[in-house]
């Protein structure tokens, strides 16, 4: 697999030199030279495979020769060794259920993918390597755990102070070992910043071999794919031919999975990218002008993104044709008064308790099948996180029906440890160096 920047075609690197470099010195992000597609046979009879399966098929066809056949099955089912569900709410409406890995989001998927091919690749003796990740709630916690005790490794995980849920928090912080934790004083595009500074500081790039964990790095992308792809198995397994998929939409990595699975063959007939009041790309669909802003923070804080990262990859994989991507994707926008009033009524509806990401969705499928009456696809919006990490949206009643995770009653026992900075990157280069 070889794969060049979105700010320079002509660059060629291996997969393995991308996971561990993460973003290209130019600062642009790396994709993939060819798209290749998916056998036919296999799509046409994708129902009969399990997810590991699917996820090899997917892996193998990107990676090609990167890492071989047996050990990548191997580090697949590793990885992927939870279920994704889609569950069945009324006739052609399904909720794709990402919360069943250890992290309870769906970044289980791509952090502990990554970590596994990271520890693959890593030799013996080599240089110890430093992962910096910005988080805005749920990427932290998956890396976390998708890293934790991986050896010679160290994880800094950075997330904005007060604006992460309670039990996120906790998991970012109560992990010891090889992660530690900072809580910075401002927002997730703050963090963000901080990270891609980093990347781009000489001195820090002599003195420590730097890597990221955040969805700029494509060794998060590509195992995003196979629930997109498993999704679909299951719902043809009920007789269901065509798709639109409902996704939340923060940072876009998660689209852009999908819109990379669609690339790759995957039979899709409309995304919709689901947005709170961080509409930086419903705007941009709308008006043709792409004009970020500072992060307002919302119920759903995973999506509280002013300048999404993935979008440079978007526009890439349809060439910076806007009309293009407009065909494919439709993005709506939800403030936390109609998020709230979305988780209600799946509630009431369905008797299920959504978290405001999943509700934001939940929403979005809803204004399109407004919008498409007669469309007879099958509906899935993606719930990208349990229930659980946001108590403070919830009814009494809706609280009392939230199992409680054994993972998330532990972590209530451990001691928390992180520390305090600023959002100036010159006292962040200087933790780091202390360090």
């Known amino acids: 697999m070889k794969l060049y920047s979105t700010n320079n075609k002509d660059l060629r690197v291996s997969f393995q030199e991308a996971v561990?470099?993460?973003m290209p010195q130019d600062k642009g992000l790396y994709m993939p030279v060819e798209i290749p597609q998916l056998e036919k046979e296999f799509i046409a009879n994708i129902e009969q495979y399990s997810l590991p399966e699917i996820a090899y098929q997917i892996a193998s066809t990107l990676l090609k020769d990167e890492i071989p056949s047996a050990d990548l099955k191997a580090l697949l089912e590793d990885a992927a060794n939870f279920d994704a569900p889609v569950v069945k709410l009324n006739g052609n409406t399904f909720v794709l259920e990402l919360f069943h890995g250890p992290s309870l989001a769906f970044k289980d998927f791509g952090a502990r993918f990554m970590s596994r091919v990271m520890a693959y690749f890593l030799k013996d003796g080599e240089r110890l390597l430093d992962?910096?990740?910005?988080?805005?709630?749920?990427?932290?916690?998956?890396?976390?755990?998708?890293?934790?005790?991986?050896?010679?490794?160290?994880?800094?995980?950075?997330?904005p102070k007060g604006k992460v849920s309670e039990v996120q928090r906790l998991q970012l912080t109560t992990n010891g070992k090889n992660i530690r934790a900072i809580a910075v004083d401002g927002t997730f595009d703050d963090c963000q910043v901080l990270v891609k500074q980093?990347?781009?500081?000489?001195?820090?790039?002599?003195k420590?071999?730097?890597?990221?964990?955040?969805s700029i790095n494509i060794a998060r992308l590509i195992p995003q794919t196979f629930y997109y792809f498993n999704a679909y198995a299951q719902l043809k397994r009920q007789g269901f031919a065509t798709i639109v998929f409902s996704v939340p939409s923060g940072n876009f990595g998660n689209i852009g999975a999908g819109l990379l699975a669609y690339k790759m063959g995957l039979p899709v007939q409309q995304f919709i990218a689901a947005t709170n009041a961080n509409d930086t790309v419903p705007r941009f669909l709308e008006t043709g002008v792409y004009e970020t802003k500072p992060s307002v923070q919302t119920y759903a804080n995973?999506?509280?993104?002013?300048?999404?990262?993935?979008?440079?990859?978007?526009?890439?994989?349809?060439?910076?044709?806007?009309?293009?991507?407009?065909?494919?994707v439709k993005a709506y926008r939800f403030t936390d008064e109609e998020t709230l009033a979305g988780i209600k009524e799946i509630y009431e509806?369905?008797?299920?308790?959504?978290?405001?990401?999943?509700?934001?969705?939940?929403?979005?499928?809803?204004a399109y099948v407004k919008e498409n009456p007669t469309d007879e696809s099958a509906k899935v919006f993606l719930s990208t996180a349990h229930a659980c990490k946001f108590p403070e949206v919830f009814s009494a009643e809706m609280l009392a029906k939230i199992e409680l995770p054994e993972q998330v009653k532990s972590l209530k026992n451990n001691p928390e440890l992180y520390d305090e900075l600023g959002k100036d990157f010159e006292e962040f280069k200087g933790y780091l160096l202390r360090q």
């Open 20 to 22: 561990f470099n993460s």
């Open 131 to 159: 992962v910096l990740v910005a988080t805005s709630g749920d990427t932290g916690g998956a890396v976390a755990l998708g890293f934790l005790g991986v050896p010679n490794t160290r994880v800094t995980i950075l997330f």
């Open 349 to 366: 509806k369905f008797d299920y308790v959504a978290c405001p990401h999943t509700a934001i969705a939940y929403l979005a499928t809803k």
């Open 302 to 328: 995973a999506m509280d993104v002013g300048a999404p990262s993935n979008w440079v990859r978007i526009m890439d994989l349809f060439k910076e044709d806007r009309k293009a991507i407009q065909e494919l």
């Open 198 to 206: 980093a990347f781009a500081d000489e001195e820090l790039n002599a």
């Open 208 to 214: 420590f071999r730097l890597t990221s964990a955040n």
